[in-house]
């Protein structure tokens, strides 16, 4: 193989295809990256066997050819490059591949190619069609509200429902709920799948596009795959029933709140300094006199109290949360004012902007004495 | 106790004394911070007993009196306040200090502020001021040079020498020397005290004052103090003899190389990603044909190599160091040419800035086959 291309070029590929590096070598060829070089396109790829991405570029290519470089010294090597072109050279003599650029010049010992397990496309029985930027606002609206611990898998990922123009995307660890809904163009039929965060978070970074473009999603038994761009990921989906989240949404509520969403966060990010080392991390919150009092308390430290002025309609009431459940919502509400919906002080309460009937929030409080 | 002042000045003054809280709480009173009102002047202080810092700030003060309060959390609590004023209150009744600003109301436990070993400033023996601009930059090109292990003391900090008007500062860890020169006001007499590098880094962090200002420094035993605007620090001194570093900066060179510092920077850190994971992370410089080629080779993971222009009187040779004491150098080096100066390949060489006689870096070679 021997290719050139623009160093911009190569460094985005390699930034997009990293995060599938696998770190810990159970399989050391999956520490490396793949490039494949044919038809003036340069392509990348990286699995860990969890997630696979490719990334192709153009390039000029001389030779054609097939390589694989340890991701961790070609990222580096590859960002510290002095010039703006780079010469990519296999070498047939040793197993040594030359990097060039400017004066500078690296000879890496390359991988066996031929034992990288090359991303094959699904040929894909479902396909359809989301705006990038309305899947990026699906999980960034939502994804923060999985389960971390792997006890129970599905919780570790999130629902993506599609069904006729709906579609939906839930993350819940049980204590607390994200939901958030948009549209596409109609397709026939329904889908449930339930994709893990991690490949979530990755694709949310990865979509960069400035104009809103397609992601093509295609998916085949327990896989998904998400083209767009110059870019394709394949994830493995997690199996298992994901429960019926909308028998968690309360129908109706006693009492509603509505309140400045900065105004609030600010609040309890300061109220919850001394509640934080805490076990739960508990803060109280007293909706009275059109005012909501957010107080702390932990015996080693001292208490904290602060007061926001709010709106409240119907019974007024205390109840307690975790408050990192409250700031993790706050944060993705982009509207000035939210709605606090509750009923009693054990019962699910819902968080939304006043201006996206589209995105809701459900909260389980904490029983205090 | 019971005093107003503004955030600005609360936060600043925290600041200053923050890094002199005891994290591990051998005596649980060092990881707090002790304020002290009267005459309005809030004075904070906060020692782990090898550092003690002070910083007085003006402040209403309605009672004097003074507390101390957990570092950490008052730390926290202050940054995140809301309001431009900040009241603070004890209280007779409970051991709670109550912290307001606008809605926002605090109340910390304090611990026992008699039992906190209040600072008392050194009468000094010996005094003698400095500028912080020189002081600062004595310890920025130099304090890089310290040994981390705590083997040999003596090299763990830095040695301040003060003969009638010269300053000196020199750190060494054994294998590289960095030495800066500067002038002061005559003083009478002659110092050489070793000042703890960690004392060292702290000083230059805190001197923040736009304009230059004065640095008083007095001494007394094995301690130091550092007196400049409204702060007073306190330090152990390191015991013990430093060595003469003189016979360790060799009189002549039997070649002097001219180089660009920025392009040789560079080139060193790209080279050296490959050689950093070696156990002495080596790099080889081969002067010759006015260019340094510099080379790096990790059997695991490849070669690198580049070529810098270098203007080359004297002999051609080759030379090996460890990378990382080249790059320290070369990042304190500011004018845009250095001068690299050797004699053979296993004798110590000497690296300084084109237009700087009073900086001098020395650097030994390493061994290889």
Redesign the interface.
């Known amino acids: 193989m021997k290719i050139t291309c623009t160093k911009e070029l190569l460094s985005h590929a390699v930034q997009i295809v990293q995060k599938a590096v696998a770190t810990k070598a159970q399989m050391p060829i999956l520490t490396g990256i793949y490039m494949s070089a044919a038809d003036n396109i340069l392509e990348l790829q990286a699995t860990d066997y969890e997630i696979g991405v490719s990334c192709k570029i153009e390039a000029d290519i001389e030779e054609p050819g097939s390589v694989v470089l340890?991701g961790r010294?070609f990222q580096?090597?590859v960002r510290?490059?002095?010039g703006d072109k780079i010469e990519i050279a296999s070498n047939t003599e040793d197993r040594?591949?030359k990097i060039t650029s400017n004066?500078?010049?690296?000879?890496?010992?390359c991988l066996p190619a031929e034992e990288f397990p090359v991303l094959k496309p699904l040929a894909g029985d479902t396909i359809f069609q989301i705006r990038d930027n309305i899947l990026k606002e699906l999980i960034k609206k939502t994804v923060f509200a999985c389960a971390n611990d792997e006890a129970r898998p599905i919780f570790t990922g999130g629902l993506l429902e599609v069904n006729n123009h709906d579609v939906t995307m839930v993350a819940t660890n049980t204590h607390r709920l994200a939901l958030k809904k948009d549209m596409i163009d109609p397709f026939d039929g329904n889908l449930k799948m339930i994709i893990p965060a991690k490949i979530l978070n990755e694709l949310a970074r990865v979509m960069v596009s400035d104009v809103p473009s397609n992601v093509t999603i295609s998916c085949q038994r327990n896989q998904i795959g998400f083209a767009f761009d110059n870019v394709y990921i394949l994830s493995r989906l997690i199996e298992g029933q994901f429960p019926d989240y909308n028998r968690v949404i309360p129908p109706n509520f006693a009492t509603t709140v509505t309140i400045n969403t900065n105004d609030f966060l600010?609040?309890v990010?300061?109220?919850s300094?001394?509640a934080r080392d805490g076990e739960y991390n508990v803060i109280k919150l007293a909706f009275r006199n059109n005012a909501v009092m957010i107080t702390s308390n932990n015996p080693?430290?001292?208490?904290?109290?602060?007061?926001?002025q709010a709106q409240i309609e119907g019974n007024e009431l205390d109840i307690a949360f975790n408050a990192k459940y409250i700031t993790d919502i706050l944060k993705n509400i982009n509207s000035d004012q939210l709605h606090f919906a509750l009923n009693t002080p054990l019962s699910p309460a819902s968080v939304k902007p006043t201006d996206d009937p589209n995105y809701t929030y459900i909260i389980t409080p904490v029983r205090t004495n």
Request: hydrophobic share 50%; charged share 30%; aromatic share 10%.
């Open positions: 340890s010294y580096e090597v510290k490059l002095p040594m591949i004066f500078a010049q690296f000879n890496l010992l600010d609040a990010e300061r109220v300094l001394l080693d430290i001292g208490k904290a109290e602060e007061n926001v």
